[in-house]
């Protein structure tokens, strides 16, 4: 046990750990050895993820500052302190990441005839060409808005490209109000392409914001342009729904989410060429101090820059691609569930592929003897063959049950749509637990084999994504076990019916078992290491924060167990602190692919079990969630799955990150050999197409 009771000291701020994995994620595009377009996606990556922490958890620091929350967290950081903190820290992060854009990833683009051509650079053809696509293209459809009495500051979009415009002189009407706003249609690219001919190389494109600075004066005739600045705010994203006064969840939400545009604003962008008298204005528009501005040397929103590796024919400056492959005991049984009924199936995706869930799903709906189909979906994409399959079934007569999660953050909209045409097609659709999220990835289909029902069930670590199983690491499996296939009937019968919770064979399941169930496993290892014998754990995951779980964890190393975590994104325990954590290791691998597996490893004694989860080991995951972590019953698998998903990664000195007593992390130097666990698996598994250079 720890001598004492553990400080804050001990713990890691949630948001501060959030912003550390984003500057693991920028680093990618400073590394010489990755491919030069996906460097500059690392760039947009940085700012995808950086939008949503504003929209999230700076919206949440700031809403606990507003209503005076008594709330601290295990670091023991006052809501204003973590803010104050936190955008010291990101105004640094965004900074590095311009100087990474202007200084290194754009020249070398340029050397490689792709570039983005700026105003002052641009020749007379090229002039020519830009003012004819602003006439044709873009000035229908502009609406400038002058600010006066009769035209107040507009209301503007969450993460919208706006520009602001000072003004000289009247208008036909004498007024002269100095300034306007010029909102850039959602519809319009931000990045146009010029013909060849016409850039002058392979590959030459110019930013909407440039071509719209050099022809704002068409907006505004007879009147002088004194400046035009671009901007861009972000607002808080999170949905509010009052549980006991919601009657209908798909109703409720539908009215909410068109608010989530217009939320309370969170952070200002502006070029850094916008003056001081410009941007005090627009802050005091959107209610914002001097710390929520963010001037940035370039575009105010580089994620729009992801089109450009796609549109640009150059695969010498990509990942080579890749196919992944499909497991054997597939390749020749096109029967699914007979291949099945011989051997559970184990899925790594992206390294295998995720063909084998589609066609699960769709072999059982074309199948006359399966007879039902009950499935979860918490994020799947707008053109999901697998929810097209649900709705065949369900035309096709056979009982299908589906639990969409209505409020999977930013995927609202989209399940709101499926789950419409899921009831039109005669499904079953029901939205889980009010009050708990449905991440619980898991299917079942009955089928009647021969003379009795028998339940065919696939359990996964990630979501039924088939855009995101071909980018993030996940594990799934395919069995027809009683063991697995009761547990998950049982849990499909409490999100669906009302009752207690049925008490579970093997799976551990959140908001029940699985907090429980987790820490006792953790005090197990402590208990056999106090013993003298050998202990250990390792774990992977995208975060660990739950205080109780880190506190068991430091426990078990005082205790003298061998832990190993590999956590992706946020760790709020600190490693390698004298006795309290010197036998915990933490590491983080950010590659090619997100990194989203949940593995949990316990050596006991040499029974050495392995689980895989939906949950990481967070309170949430915990407590606020319909979750399952679900054993490897067999050997096979469970060899697979340590050999696979947890070998590698703790070998890999290519794309690993080692977190250290203070928090922070290195990529340590290392005399071995290069070795990226992601690219083993590749090689492994898939069928890699080199690039002709």
Known sequence: MLPVKLSPEYFINRELGI?????????????????????????????????????????????????????????????????????????????????????????????????????????????????????????????PIGLDPAHPF????????????????????????????????????????????????????????????????????????????????????????????????????????????????????????????????????????????????GLVNLVRLMQIPDSVDRPDLKYPLYTPSLPKELAKDTDIFKAIRKQDILLHHPFQSFNPVVEFIKQAAEDPQVLAIKQTFYRTSADSTLMKSLIDAAQRGKEVTVVVELLARFDEEANINWAAQLENAGAHVVYGVVGHKTHAKMAMVVRRDDDKLRRYVHVA???????????????????????????????????????????????????????????????????????????????????????????????????????????????????????????????????????HTRIFYFYDNGAEHIYLSSADWMYRNFFRRIEVCFPLLDARVKKRVFKEGLEPYLKDNSNAWEMLPDGSYEQKPSRRASFSAQQFLMTEYGQEVLPDI
């Open 19 to 143: 912003l550390a994995f984003n500057r693991r994620v920028l680093a990618q595009a400073e590394d010489e050895s990755i491919p030069l377009l996906e460097r500059l996606k690392f760039l947009c990556i940085f700012s995808s993820n950086m939008d949503e922490f504003f929209e999230v958890r700076v919206a949440g620091l700031k809403n606990q500052i507003k209503y005076n929350s008594p709330h601290v967290g295990a670091d023991g950081m006052l809501p204003k302190q973590a803010l104050a903190k936190v955008s010291s820290v990101a105004h640094e992060f965004v900074d590095h990441q311009y100087k990474i854009l202007n200084e290194v990833v754009l020249p070398q683009l340029a050397a490689q005839e792709i570039r983005f051509i700026r105003r002052g650079h641009w020749n007379d053809v090229q002039r020519e060409w830009i003012a004819a696509y602003f006439f044709r293209e873009l000035m229908p459809i502009l609406t």
């Open 154 to 297: 507009p209301r503007v979009l969450n993460k919208s490209l706006n520009f602001a415009v000072e003004l000289e002189g009247k208008d036909a009407f004498g007024r002269n109000s100095g300034v306007a706003i010029v909102q850039a249609p959602r519809a319009l690219p931000r990045v146009i392409r010029l013909p060849r001919d016409i850039a002058g190389c392979d590959h030459g494109f110019v930013f909407l914001s440039s071509i719209l600075h050099a022809h704002v004066n068409e907006l505004f005739s007879g009147m002088t342009v004194k400046g035009c600045y671009q901007f861009r705010v972000t607002r808080d994203s999170d949905l509010i729904l009052d549980d006991e006064e919601t009657k209908d969840l798909r109703l409720a939400l539908q009215g909410e989410l068109t608010h989530r545009q217009y939320g309370d604003a969170v952070r200002l962008e502006v070029a850094d060429s916008c003056p001081a008298e410009m941007s005090a204005f627009l802050l005091g528009q959107f209610g914002l101090g001097q710390d929520d501005l963010y001037q940035v040397n």
């Open 461 to 595: 670590t990630g979501n039924y994504h088939q855009r995101t199983a071909r980018l993030y690491t996940d594990f799934g499996l395919l069995t027809c076990q009683d063991e697995i296939s009761e547990d998950v009937n049982d849990v499909f019968a409490q999100l669906t019916g009302l009752g207690k919770a049925s008490k579970l064979r093997h799976l551990w399941q959140s908001p029940f078992t699985l907090h429980q169930r987790t820490v006792k496993a953790i005090q197990n290892e402590a208990e056999i290491a106090k013993s003298g014998k050998k202990a250990r754990i390792i774990a992977k995951m995208n975060a660990l924060l739950d205080p109780d779980v880190i506190r068991a964890l430091y426990d078990a190393s005082c205790a003298g167990v061998q832990i190993e975590l590999i956590v992706r994104g946020v760790c709020a325990l600190r490693p390698g602190i004298p006795g309290v954590s010197e036998n915990i290791k933490v590491r983080s691998i950010v590659g090619r692919f997100l990194e």
